[in-house]
């Protein structure tokens, strides 16, 4: 009886892992319109910048499509003041070199891996950005 109860518990558990990934919101940003970079430098200036569209469509490329996730809160250090918005769509980078991405109307997290967030960092330094910038 015990193995049935465990297989049973085992089965709903995988179901609703499996629900959950399958309408997971991700990140859509496709054909970007008007893009801006924020960030503060250590000496506190704040540099406001608009994005070019050839970068912006690069930044759009590595974020469209991510899965947004809400489960855990990572603590690579967010702030507006370290953000890409897209289209009315904010994005804080994390501060720590970390490669989450904070997705800031959705309340959620996307993760780049290494060769997106070099990328993404590459193309940030055009607009004053460096990491880390805790």
């Not at 990140?27 to 704040?46: Q, W």
């Amino acid at each position: 009886m015990k193995k049935l109860i465990v297989l049973f518990l085992a089965a709903a558990l995988s179901a609703s892992l499996a629900a959950c990934s399958l309408f997971a919101q991700k990140v859509s940003v496709k054909d970007p319109k008007k893009g801006t970079a924020r960030f503060e430098t250590t000496s506190g200036e704040i540099l406001n910048s608009e994005i070019s569209s050839d970068d912006l469509s690069k930044i759009a490329a590595l974020f469209d499509g991510k899965e947004i996730y809400r489960y855990i809160q990572p603590s690579c250090g967010f702030s507006l003041d370290v953000s890409v918005t897209i289209d009315g769509k904010t994005f804080c980078i994390g501060c720590d070199t970390c490669g989450t991405v904070q997705y800031f109307e959705a309340l959620g997290y996307f993760n780049l891996n290494e060769a997106e967030k070099l990328e993404l960092y590459s193309i940030l330094d055009n607009y004053g950005f460096h990491f880390p910038c805790i």
